[in-house]
């Protein structure tokens, strides 16, 4: 009898959305678990890191690898999985491009670290105590995994076959993921798994979004009331559809949320979070320095809007800012 393809799943810094987005494959993971031996995925089931360690290099078929990477540990698996695994498959926007968590990167690491288990009121940690990477307890002598300066992309690390996009991913693009591996049916490596246009091309709101956009002053949500059937940029909402690689089925857009940009850049921009910030700049209709000034105001959050997914993996990497004494 063929040996059916091995599969595993694995996450580092990560919500555990991504993990969810494959059992929201609901009957289709069965037809998938059918056709391939899971053999590691430590959030479902019980194998053990020696189980990955006594395979061979290459003989997992494919692995998907989500959340971005933090720790010393997450670098480490990475590059086991790298190794034992023919296809590395990056699942979701943070180990695509370092998601959310990849926020992290506009402080420094003792900054985050002092706030977290010094600062803010729910910490009851008197003696100020932070993490240790190596420490006596017992007399036993405890290691805990090192935290990085920064937070990294999945390719930061190591080489990625594919990648999957999306906070998280569609159940569609997962299972044509796994369709694509297990029907050699492969793009060329590096291809992200999703549409090749922007968002907007794919937007049911396109037909209402003018050629010309004029915008005087950016509103937020809860500033205006909007009509439901028109393109968010056309009534004043930031928008990012222009600047976002689309085949997310327009899930935002249909739930009536304007585009946030998770699927990342298409495959002509480099930094989304750059595409987006000029793309806006392009079409604000003031000319005096000081309405201008007003209208820039108005985009709330500017660096966690435009690089709310990319950071890590952007030209930037995060903001270099010295250390607060
Ligand atoms: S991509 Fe989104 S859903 Fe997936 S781990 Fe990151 S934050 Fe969670
Ligand atoms: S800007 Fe947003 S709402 Fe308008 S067409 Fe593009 S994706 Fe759709």
Same mark, same amino acid.
């Given at each position: 009898?063929?040996? +059916?393809?091995? /599969? #595993?799943?694995?996450? $580092?810094?990560?919500? *555990? %959305?991504?993990?969810?987005?494959?059992?929201?494959?609901?009957?289709?993971?069965?037809?998938?678990?059918?056709?391939?031996?899971?053999?590691?995925?430590?959030?479902?089931?019980?194998?053990?890191?020696?189980?990955?360690?006594?395979?061979n290099?290459?003989?997992?078929?494919?692995?998907?690898?989500?959340?971005?990477?933090?720790?010393?540990?997450?670098?480490?698996?990475?590059k086991?999985?790298?190794?034992?695994? +023919?296809?590395? /498959? #990056?699942?979701?926007? $943070?180990?695509?491009? *370092? %998601?959310?968590?990849?926020?992290?990167?506009?402080?420094?690491?003792?900054?985050?670290?002092?706030?977290?288990?010094?600062?803010?009121?729910?910490?009851?940690?008197?003696?100020?105590?932070?993490?240790?990477h190596?420490?006596?307890?017992?007399?036993?002598?405890?290691?805990?995994?090192d935290?990085h300066?920064?937070?990294?992309?999945?390719?930061?690390?190591?080489?990625?076959?594919?990648?999957?996009?999306?906070?998280?991913p569609?159940?569609?693009?997962?299972?044509?993921?796994?369709?694509?591996?297990?029907?050699?049916?492969?793009?060329?490596?590096?291809?992200?798994?999703?549409?090749?246009?922007?968002?907007?091309?794919?937007?049911?709101?396109i037909?209402?979004?003018p050629?010309?956009?004029?915008?005087?002053?950016?509103k937020?949500?809860?500033?205006?009331?909007?009509?439901?059937?028109?393109?968010?940029?056309?009534?004043?909402?930031?928008?990012?559809?222009?600047?976002?690689?689309?085949?997310?089925?327009?899930r935002?857009?249909?739930?009536?949320?304007?585009?946030?940009?998770?699927?990342?850049?298409?495959?002509?921009?480099?930094?989304q979070?750059?595409?987006s910030?000029?793309?806006?700049?392009?079409?604000?209709?003031?000319?005096?320095?000081?309405?201008?000034?007003?209208?820039?105001?108005?985009i709330?959050?500017?660096?966690?809007?435009?690089?709310?997914y990319?950071?890590?993996?952007?030209?930037?990497?995060?903001?270099?800012t010295?250390?607060?004494?």
């Amino acid at each position: 009898m063929t040996e +059916k393809p091995k /599969i #595993a799943l694995y996450w $580092c810094s990560s919500c *555990g %959305g991504c993990e969810e987005s494959v059992i929201d494959l609901a009957e289709d993971l069965l037809t998938v678990a059918a056709a391939v031996d899971i053999v590691f995925w430590p959030v479902a089931l019980d194998f053990k890191y020696k189980d990955v360690v006594a395979m061979n290099d290459g003989e997992i078929t494919a692995t998907l690898i989500n959340g971005a990477i933090r720790t010393g540990e997450q670098e480490h698996m990475a590059k086991i999985m790298r190794k034992k695994s +023919k296809l590395l /498959i #990056a699942h979701g926007s $943070c180990a695509h491009l *370092g %998601g959310v968590v990849g926020l992290a990167n506009f402080y420094q690491r003792e900054d985050l670290l002092s706030r977290l288990y010094q600062e803010v009121p729910t910490t009851n940690n008197p003696q100020g105590i932070l993490p240790q990477h190596e420490t006596i307890e017992s007399g036993r002598k405890i290691k805990l995994p090192d935290i990085h300066d920064t937070v990294k992309a999945l390719d930061q690390v190591v080489e990625v076959d594919y990648y999957i996009p999306g906070c998280p991913p569609t159940p569609e693009l997962i299972k044509e993921a796994m369709m694509m591996v297990l029907e050699n049916r492969l793009p060329p490596r590096g291809t992200v798994l999703a549409g090749k246009k922007a968002l907007c091309d794919t937007c049911p709101r396109i037909d209402s979004k003018p050629d010309k956009l004029r915008i005087k002053k950016f509103k937020r949500i809860y500033e205006t009331e909007w009509d439901p059937e028109k393109c968010f940029l056309d009534e004043g909402i930031i928008c990012l559809g222009p600047a976002t690689r689309g085949g997310c089925n327009a899930r935002c857009i249909n739930a009536n949320m304007p585009c946030r940009g998770c699927f990342g850049p298409t495959d002509n921009v480099r930094d989304q979070g750059a595409k987006s910030s000029s793309f806006l700049a392009s079409i604000i209709d003031v000319t005096d320095k000081e309405a201008l000034k007003k209208t820039a105001d108005s985009i709330p959050d500017p660096g966690g809007l435009f690089y709310r997914y990319g950071l890590a993996s952007s030209i930037l990497k995060g903001k270099l800012t010295p250390k607060s004494s």
